[in-house]
DNA sequence: CTGACTGCAAACGTTTTGCACGGTA
DNA sequence: TACCGTGCAAAACGTTTGCAGTCAG
C-alpha cells in the first residue's frame, strides 16, 4: 500500500504524521484514539493530540477513514473499504473484520420499516477462540 | 407498565426522578441525554443533570437500559427489551426498533469469525418514507 | 511563495465526583 | 434511623480552536 499515493487520492498534502497515521490503520485494523497517539509517539515524540484530531477529522470527512462505534467501547477507526460487519470479543477485545452477504437482512429491513436503507453497522460481540480456552 | 416496580425488579430505589426518566423512555422509546434533560426540566425544573447521569449509570449497570450507539450521532438511550435492530433516518433522525429473524446472519457470523456470538447490534440507516416524499 | 499543517496552550462541551441536604424504605 | 438519591459546584475528561512558526506543493 502506498500511503502518500492514497492520500492525494483523497485530496490530503501528504505530511509524515498523515503518512504514519494510515500506516499504523493499515498496520493494525482497528485503533482507537489513544492507540494511535502512543503509536506515533515512537515516531514523533513532539505530536501533539490535536494534530491527531484535525486529521483524522479532515479524512473521515473525506471519508478515506471511519469511525466504528462499538458497544460498551471506545470508538475504534479504520480505513474504508467494502462494507463489512465486525466482531469483537468482549474478553480480550480484539476486532476482527468479516464479509456477510447483508442481502437477507436487508430485504427483511426494508420490507418491515418502509426506510430506504443505504447504510448499515452491524457488530457482533462475543468471545474468541483464544480466549474461550 | 408500572414504572416503580420496574425499578424495584432492578434493585432501584424508587423516586419520582428515576420514575420520570423511566417513564420518558418508555413513551419516546428512543431519547438522548440532552432529550431526556429537557423533557424532565419541566416536571423537576432544578433537576440536575449530574442527576440523570447518575441514574442512567445505576440503570445502565443493571441493564434495565441500553445505550444505542448510532453511526454519526450522539447515543440515544432506550428500556431493555427483545433483541432487535434500529433503523435510523438520516434526515429527520427518527429511529425505530424492528424485530428481524437474525439466526441466518448469526449462523453466517460464527462460520466466519471463530468468535461465539452473544450479541449484536445492528443499525441500518436510511430515509424514512415521510421524508423521502 | 502561498496556503495548509503542526504543536502548543487555552477553550469548550460532556461526564464524573464530592459534599451537604433531603427522601426512601 | 440508616442509607441512598438529589442538586450544586468543582473537577476531570475528551475534543476543538486560535495562533505562531514550519512545511508541502
Do not use: W
Not at 485530496?11 to 509524515?16: D, I, M, Q, S, Y
Not at 513532539?46 to 477513514?65: D, G, H, V
Not at 458497544?71 to 480484539?94: F, I, N, T
Request: hydrophobic share 40%; aromatic share 8%; charged share 25%.
Amino acid at each position: 500500500m502506498n500511503y502518500a499515493e492514497e492520500l492525494k487520492k483523497y485530496n490530503l498534502k501528504v505530511t509524515p504524521q498523515r503518512v504514519a497515521i494510515v500506516q499504523e490503520l493499515y498496520l493494525f485494523g482497528h485503533l482507537n484514539i489513544d492507540q494511535l497517539y502512543t503509536k506515533l509517539l515512537n515516531q514523533f515524540p513532539s505530536i501533539s493530540l490535536a494534530t491527531i484530531y484535525k486529521n483524522m477529522n479532515a479524512m473521515i470527512e473525506r471519508i478515506f477513514i471511519q469511525e466504528v462505534k462499538i458497544p460498551h467501547e471506545k470508538s475504534v477507526y479504520e480505513l474504508s473499504k467494502a462494507s463489512h460487519a465486525h466482531v469483537v470479543c468482549e474478553k480480550c477485545k480484539k476486532i476482527e473484520d468479516i464479509m456477510i452477504s447483508t442481502q437477507g437482512v436487508l430485504e427483511e429491513v426494508k420490507e418491515k420499516s418502509s426506510f430506504s436503507i443505504t447504510n448499515s453497522a452491524m457488530v457482533f460481540s462475543g468471545i474468541c477462540s483464544e480466549c474461550s480456552k
